[in-house]
Antibody
Framework: EVQMVESGGGLVQPGGSLRLSCAASGFTFSSYWMSWLCQAPGKGLEWVATISPDGTQKYYVDSVKGRFTISRDNAKNSLYLQMNSLRVEDTAVYYC??????WGQGTLVSVSS | DVVMTQSPLSLPVTLGQPASISCRSSQSLVYSDGNTFLSWFQQRPGQSPRRLIYKVSKRDSGVPDRFSGSGSGTDFTLKISRVEAEDVATYYCMQHTHWPHTFGQGTKVEIK
Protein backbone atom coordinates (compact mmCIF):
# COMPACT_ATOMS: atom_id res chain seq x y z
CA GLU A 1 0.00 0.00 0.00
CA VAL A 2 1.31 3.41 -0.98
CA GLN A 3 1.74 5.61 2.06
CA MET A 4 3.22 9.02 2.77
CA VAL A 5 3.51 10.25 6.36
CA GLU A 6 4.39 13.89 6.92
CA SER A 7 5.94 15.28 10.08
CA GLY A 8 7.71 18.38 11.31
CA GLY A 9 4.88 20.88 11.35
CA GLY A 10 4.18 23.13 14.30
CA LEU A 11 3.91 26.69 15.57
CA VAL A 12 6.73 29.04 14.64
CA GLN A 13 7.23 32.79 14.81
CA PRO A 14 7.50 34.92 11.68
CA GLY A 15 11.04 34.76 10.35
CA GLY A 16 11.57 31.32 11.82
CA SER A 17 12.36 28.00 10.17
CA LEU A 18 10.89 24.51 9.99
CA ARG A 19 11.89 21.32 8.22
CA LEU A 20 9.08 19.10 7.03
CA SER A 21 9.70 15.42 6.38
CA CYS A 22 7.73 12.84 4.45
CA ALA A 23 8.34 9.13 4.96
CA ALA A 24 7.23 7.17 1.91
CA SER A 25 6.51 3.46 1.64
CA GLY A 26 4.78 0.93 -0.57
CA PHE A 27 6.42 1.99 -3.83
CA THR A 28 9.81 2.52 -5.43
CA PHE A 29 10.40 6.02 -4.10
CA SER A 30 13.43 6.71 -6.29
CA SER A 31 11.33 6.35 -9.46
CA TYR A 32 8.79 9.10 -8.79
CA TRP A 33 8.50 12.86 -9.00
CA MET A 34 7.43 14.11 -5.58
CA SER A 35 5.78 17.34 -4.55
CA TRP A 36 4.70 19.46 -1.64
CA LEU A 37 1.31 21.11 -1.84
CA CYS A 38 -0.48 23.18 0.75
CA GLN A 39 -3.88 24.40 1.86
CA ALA A 40 -4.35 27.45 4.04
CA PRO A 41 -7.17 27.19 6.61
CA GLY A 42 -10.52 27.32 4.83
CA LYS A 43 -8.85 27.96 1.47
CA GLY A 44 -8.07 26.06 -1.71
CA LEU A 45 -5.14 23.93 -2.77
CA GLU A 46 -1.80 25.37 -3.82
CA TRP A 47 1.20 23.68 -5.39
CA VAL A 48 4.44 24.56 -3.57
CA ALA A 49 7.36 22.60 -5.02
CA THR A 50 8.29 19.51 -7.04
CA ILE A 51 11.48 17.45 -7.29
CA SER A 52 12.55 14.95 -9.94
CA PRO A 53 13.28 11.31 -9.09
CA ASP A 54 17.05 11.87 -8.99
CA GLY A 55 16.76 15.22 -7.23
CA THR A 56 18.42 17.23 -9.98
CA GLN A 57 15.33 19.16 -11.09
CA LYS A 58 13.44 21.34 -8.65
CA TYR A 59 10.54 23.70 -9.25
CA TYR A 60 8.95 26.20 -6.88
CA VAL A 61 5.98 28.55 -6.77
CA ASP A 62 7.24 32.13 -6.90
CA SER A 63 6.06 32.97 -3.39
CA VAL A 64 8.52 30.50 -1.79
CA LYS A 65 11.52 30.84 -4.11
CA GLY A 66 14.63 31.66 -2.12
CA ARG A 67 12.94 30.72 1.17
CA PHE A 68 11.95 27.04 0.77
CA THR A 69 14.10 24.15 -0.44
CA ILE A 70 12.75 20.79 -1.53
CA SER A 71 15.06 17.79 -1.28
CA ARG A 72 14.96 14.02 -1.06
CA ASP A 73 16.98 11.08 0.21
CA ASN A 74 16.20 8.09 -1.97
CA ALA A 75 18.16 5.78 0.32
CA LYS A 76 15.80 6.71 3.15
CA ASN A 77 12.62 6.94 1.03
CA SER A 78 12.17 10.44 2.34
CA LEU A 79 11.14 13.84 1.02
CA TYR A 80 11.90 17.11 2.77
CA LEU A 81 10.88 20.76 2.69
CA GLN A 82 13.21 23.21 4.42
CA MET A 83 11.18 26.32 5.18
CA ASN A 84 13.11 29.48 6.10
CA SER A 85 12.04 33.10 6.64
CA LEU A 86 8.52 31.92 7.36
CA ARG A 87 5.66 34.37 6.97
CA VAL A 88 2.18 34.48 8.45
CA GLU A 89 0.80 33.71 5.00
CA ASP A 90 2.71 30.41 4.91
CA THR A 91 0.27 29.05 7.51
CA ALA A 92 -1.27 25.95 5.97
CA VAL A 93 -1.52 22.19 5.98
CA TYR A 94 1.37 20.86 3.89
CA TYR A 95 0.86 17.64 1.94
CA CYS A 96 3.45 15.27 0.52
CA UNK A 97 2.22 14.06 -2.88
CA UNK A 98 3.41 11.32 -5.21
CA UNK A 99 2.98 12.08 -8.88
CA UNK A 100 -0.22 13.97 -8.16
CA UNK A 101 -1.96 10.72 -7.38
CA UNK A 102 -1.29 9.84 -3.76
CA TRP A 103 -1.44 12.28 -0.84
CA GLY A 104 -0.32 12.09 2.76
CA GLN A 105 -2.52 13.20 5.64
CA GLY A 106 -0.73 16.53 5.89
CA THR A 107 1.14 18.41 8.60
CA LEU A 108 0.02 21.79 9.91
CA VAL A 109 2.41 24.72 9.84
CA SER A 110 1.28 27.74 11.85
CA VAL A 111 3.25 30.98 11.61
CA SER A 112 2.26 33.47 14.27
CA SER A 113 3.74 35.75 16.88
CA ASP B 1 1.04 31.75 -14.59
CA VAL B 2 -1.88 29.74 -15.97
CA VAL B 3 -5.12 30.82 -14.32
CA MET B 4 -7.67 28.09 -13.76
CA THR B 5 -11.28 29.26 -13.44
CA GLN B 6 -13.94 26.91 -12.13
CA SER B 7 -17.69 27.36 -12.25
CA PRO B 8 -19.90 27.23 -10.41
CA LEU B 9 -18.18 27.68 -7.06
CA SER B 10 -21.18 26.21 -5.26
CA LEU B 11 -23.36 23.45 -6.66
CA PRO B 12 -26.46 22.25 -4.82
CA VAL B 13 -27.67 19.00 -6.35
CA THR B 14 -30.47 16.52 -5.76
CA LEU B 15 -29.48 12.96 -4.95
CA GLY B 16 -29.57 10.82 -8.08
CA GLN B 17 -29.34 13.82 -10.39
CA PRO B 18 -26.36 14.71 -12.58
CA ALA B 19 -23.82 17.41 -11.78
CA SER B 20 -21.34 19.21 -13.97
CA ILE B 21 -18.35 21.41 -13.11
CA SER B 22 -16.53 23.56 -15.62
CA CYS B 23 -12.83 24.42 -15.55
CA ARG B 24 -11.23 26.85 -17.97
CA SER B 25 -7.56 27.65 -18.33
CA SER B 26 -6.06 30.96 -19.43
CA GLN B 27 -3.91 29.17 -21.99
CA SER B 28 -3.83 25.84 -23.75
CA LEU B 29 -2.90 22.88 -21.58
CA VAL B 30 -1.63 20.78 -24.48
CA TYR B 31 1.98 19.82 -23.80
CA SER B 32 4.63 19.52 -26.51
CA ASP B 33 4.24 15.72 -26.49
CA GLY B 34 0.52 16.00 -27.24
CA ASN B 35 -0.65 15.15 -23.74
CA THR B 36 -2.96 17.44 -21.77
CA PHE B 37 -2.12 17.44 -18.08
CA LEU B 38 -5.42 18.36 -16.48
CA SER B 39 -6.52 16.52 -13.33
CA TRP B 40 -9.54 16.61 -11.05
CA PHE B 41 -9.41 16.13 -7.28
CA GLN B 42 -12.08 15.47 -4.70
CA GLN B 43 -11.68 16.67 -1.12
CA ARG B 44 -14.26 15.49 1.37
CA PRO B 45 -14.62 17.48 4.58
CA GLY B 46 -11.73 16.82 6.93
CA GLN B 47 -9.88 14.59 4.47
CA SER B 48 -6.85 14.84 2.21
CA PRO B 49 -7.55 15.41 -1.47
CA ARG B 50 -7.97 12.38 -3.72
CA ARG B 51 -7.28 12.38 -7.44
CA LEU B 52 -10.24 11.25 -9.52
CA ILE B 53 -9.22 12.01 -13.09
CA TYR B 54 -5.89 12.59 -14.84
CA LYS B 55 -5.00 13.59 -18.40
CA VAL B 56 -8.48 15.07 -18.84
CA SER B 57 -10.48 11.85 -18.92
CA LYS B 58 -8.58 8.93 -17.37
CA ARG B 59 -10.17 7.66 -14.16
CA ASP B 60 -7.92 6.66 -11.30
CA SER B 61 -8.19 3.15 -9.90
CA GLY B 62 -11.18 2.71 -7.60
CA VAL B 63 -13.01 5.82 -8.82
CA PRO B 64 -16.67 5.07 -9.53
CA ASP B 65 -17.61 5.23 -13.19
CA ARG B 66 -20.27 7.86 -12.46
CA PHE B 67 -17.34 10.31 -12.53
CA SER B 68 -16.13 11.34 -15.98
CA GLY B 69 -13.84 14.00 -17.36
CA SER B 70 -13.84 15.59 -20.77
CA GLY B 71 -12.58 18.58 -22.68
CA SER B 72 -9.62 19.84 -24.62
CA GLY B 73 -7.36 22.84 -25.03
CA THR B 74 -8.66 25.31 -22.47
CA ASP B 75 -12.14 24.01 -21.60
CA PHE B 76 -12.70 21.02 -19.35
CA THR B 77 -15.62 19.42 -17.51
CA LEU B 78 -16.09 17.01 -14.64
CA LYS B 79 -19.42 15.24 -14.65
CA ILE B 80 -21.11 13.12 -12.02
CA SER B 81 -23.83 11.10 -13.71
CA ARG B 82 -25.90 10.49 -10.58
CA VAL B 83 -24.87 12.23 -7.38
CA GLU B 84 -24.65 10.13 -4.24
CA ALA B 85 -24.41 11.31 -0.64
CA GLU B 86 -20.71 10.38 -0.51
CA ASP B 87 -19.99 12.82 -3.35
CA VAL B 88 -20.48 15.80 -1.02
CA ALA B 89 -17.06 17.42 -1.30
CA THR B 90 -15.08 20.22 -2.86
CA TYR B 91 -13.76 19.49 -6.33
CA TYR B 92 -10.64 21.07 -7.81
CA CYS B 93 -9.16 21.06 -11.26
CA MET B 94 -5.40 21.37 -11.61
CA GLN B 95 -3.11 21.87 -14.56
CA HIS B 96 0.41 20.47 -14.57
CA THR B 97 1.34 21.18 -18.14
CA HIS B 98 3.01 24.47 -17.25
CA TRP B 99 5.13 25.58 -14.30
CA PRO B 100 3.93 26.62 -11.80
CA HIS B 101 1.20 24.04 -11.48
CA THR B 102 -2.06 25.77 -10.66
CA PHE B 103 -5.48 24.90 -9.25
CA GLY B 104 -8.97 26.18 -9.78
CA GLN B 105 -10.71 27.83 -6.83
CA GLY B 106 -12.74 24.73 -6.00
CA THR B 107 -16.41 23.85 -6.42
CA LYS B 108 -18.37 22.84 -3.35
CA VAL B 109 -20.96 20.17 -4.10
CA GLU B 110 -23.76 19.86 -1.57
CA ILE B 111 -27.08 18.06 -1.43
CA LYS B 112 -30.25 20.13 -1.79
Amino acid sequence: EVQMVESGGGLVQPGGSLRLSCAASGFTFSSYWMSWLCQAPGKGLEWVATISPDGTQKYYVDSVKGRFTISRDNAKNSLYLQMNSLRVEDTAVYYCVRNGQDWGQGTLVSVSS
Amino acid sequence: DVVMTQSPLSLPVTLGQPASISCRSSQSLVYSDGNTFLSWFQQRPGQSPRRLIYKVSKRDSGVPDRFSGSGSGTDFTLKISRVEAEDVATYYCMQHTHWPHTFGQGTKVEIK
